[in-house]
Structure formats: structure tokens, C-alpha cells
């Protein structure tokens, strides 16, 4: 029988001060389950965190998370937290994402100097942020704006909007939620005006497939709505082969045993775009987030992906 308890274990996480509190959520969930359980938290540095001056769009597949899949492949480190919408949707043989625990807000926020909503903001205003996603469906609203990449974390980007480099940020409302900075934003924006990333809100905990000890330690931290929904988002990306350089967007809304995926492709700018929303049952959410990329394909997501790839090559 395995003595979950009484075993020691090494939790891998990123250095930054949002990653450090998600990671303490999770060391406290388990805590709960194991009151006699030995923690220790390692720090990983990844591509991302080492490449500021690097535009996200630019960074290689996985650059927040390769190096912590490495160290628990190696054995350093019993298991990962990662933000799930971090991670590549392609599997990586020896590992297994063993949990879910239950996701925060998915929305996205806009901060803003003067604490003006998105249609509140001047006319060629500059909004700060790394992520396609984001600026496509910002110049869907507004293609007035002028969107501009940022980056850094949390604190970083709100530093860089106070300073005046840019009118306002835009950011997930799990990350300031978490940080206890929400009362910072001036609007949440409702998934009809910006459908969030594929997973956005969720934390993964990510084990070896072959640890057993650590798997029955996690399987307690696994909360199925936000397994179902994460599992339909992240099946819809991966068939349409995107990630963070792409402007792809997806929110599965779970009502009892059933769920509802809605999904977005937009070109760079915001010019084209096409979204729609598929339903099924919670067993079948992967068969939705695949089925669901094929309408949007046949609908004219395929031409738009391939733009969007032409010009990433080109580098933008």
C-alpha cells in the first residue's frame, strides 16, 4: 500500500511572485489532504523568465514550462505547477497532467491609468500586451488603438502602464485575483467581448506518469468541471495546431454533465475572424474541442491560421 503521507515531496515552479502563490495554493491543498506531508518548493528558471527583451509571440514552443519538465523527468522535483494555458498541448512521453484543481475567473481585465473602460479610452490610445489573442480581439472592438507588446510579469506591467509607457494593460483577472490586486481593474471583460485562452484561470499539476505516490497524493486536488473544460479547450487548440503565437481563443461553460465550448480564430489585427460554440456531455469534452476546430476550419480558420503563420515567420 503507498504511505502518501509520510513520504517527502519537492514541488517545481517558476520564480515569479504569481507563480510562487499558485504554487502555494496548491502546496496548501495538499497540506489539507496530508496534514503530516513534507513540502519543499525549487525554483526553475525557464526561456520565458530568462528572455524579457523577447517578444511572447517569438519565444519558442513551451518556453514557460521545458525546463520544469525537465527537471521532472530527471527526478529533481516530484511535480510541477504550471499555468495550464502555458502548456503545449502536445503530451511529453514519461508525464502526465495529473490534476486540476478548481479554476479561478477565466476573464480577462483592463487596467488603465485613468481607470477608463475599453470604450472609454482616446482614440489611438496604447494598450500593452504579449499575447495575439488579446490584441486581435481588442482591435475587434477597437481598431482605433494602438496595441503594443509588453512584458514581464504582473507587477512589471502594471510598473509600465504607471509610468506612461502605455494608456492601459490588459490582463488575466485569475493572475490579479490571486495577487490581490482585482480592485485594480477598471473592466472584466465577459467572454462575448474577449473569449479568454484555452485553459486561462487553471493551474496543472503535472506528475510522472509512473509515480504513483505522488499521483494518489493529487488525485484529491482534481476538480472535474475544470478537468471537462480545460480538457475541451486545450483538444480544440491542439487541433487546430496552435499556441500562444496564434490568436485562438476558447471557453468551455460547464452545466451540470454537459458543457458548452465556444471558440474564436482571428488574423493579427482583428480584420477577420471566425467564433462559434458547440455543446456535449462532460465524458466526451475532447470529441467537443475537436469537433468544434473542424467547423471552424471548414468556416474559413484554416486561411486565417495560415496568415497568421506566414507573418510570424516574417516576424510580424
Known amino acids: 500500500m503507498i504511505d502518501a503521507q509520510t513520504m517527502p ?3 517545481g515552479t517558476r520564480g515569479s511572485k504569481l507563480a510562487r ?3 502555494d495554493l496548491v502546496v496548501s491543498a495538499l497540506r489539507s489532504q496530508w496534514p503530516d506531508i513534507e513540502i519543499q518548493t525549487k ?3 525557464t526561456e520565458g523568465d530568462r528572455k524579457l527583451d523577447v ?5 519558442s514552443k513551451g518556453a514557460f514550462v521545458k525546463e520544469i519538465e525537465v527537471a521532472l523527468l530527471n527526478g529533481e522535483i516530484d511535480l510541477a505547477i504550471h499555468s495550464c494555458k502555458d502548456l503545449p498541448t502536445d503530451p511529453v512521453p514519461g508525464l502526465t497532467l495529473a490534476a486540476f484543481p478548481q479554476r479561478a475567473d477565466p476573464r480577462d ?3 488603465s491609468r485613468e481607470g477608463r473602460h475599453l470604450t472609454e479610452l482616446q482614440p489611438g490610445a496604447i494598450i500593452g500586451t504579449g499575447s495575439s489573442r488579446r490584441k ?3 482591435l475587434i472592438r477597437r481598431p482605433d488603438l494602438q496595441v503594443e507588446d509588453i512584458r514581464g510579469n504582473v507587477e512589471t506591467r502594471l510598473r509600465k502602464m504607471r509610468e506612461g509607457q502605455y494608456d492601459a ?3 488575466a483577472a485569475a493572475g490579479l485575483d490571486r495577487m490581490g490586486w482585482l480592485d485594480q481593474a477598471a473592466a472584466i471583460f465577459e467572454p462575448k467581448v474577449m473569449l479568454p485562452a484555452p485553459a486561462q484561470g487553471a493551474l496543472a499539476i503535472q506528475a510522472r506518469e509512473d509515480d504513483e505516490t505522488t499521483l494518489a497524493r493529487l488525485d484529491p486536488l482534481n476538480d472535474a468541471a475544470t478537468h471537462a473544460a480545460v480538457t475541451a479547450e486545450r483538444a480544440f487548440l491542439r487541433a487546430l495546431g496552435g499556441g500562444c503565437r496564434v490568436p485562438i481563443a476558447a471557453f468551455a461553460r460547464i452545466d451540470g454533465g454537459w458543457l458548452t465550448l465556444h471558440g474564436l480564430v482571428a488574423d493579427e489585427d482583428g480584420s477577420e475572424h471566425v467564433r462559434g460554440d458547440l455543446d456535449g456531455a462532460i465524458e466526451e469534452a475532447a470529441e467537443v474541442g475537436g469537433e468544434l476546430a473542424k467547423q471552424l476550419l471548414a468556416e474559413g ?3 486565417l491560421l495560415e496568415d497568421v503563420s506566414a507573418a510570424a515567420r516574417a516576424g510580424w
Request: hydrophobic share 60%; charged share 15%; proline share 0%.
Open 9 to 11: 515531496v519537492i514541488v
Open 136 to 138: 486581435a480581439q481588442l
Open 55 to 59: 517578444s511572447t509571440v517569438k519565444l
Open 301 to 303: 480558420a484554416d486561411e
Open 169 to 171: 494593460v490588459v490582463l
Open 43 to 45: 525554483i526553475i528558471k
Open 109 to 111: 481585465t483592463l487596467v
Open 21 to 23: 502563490t499558485q504554487t
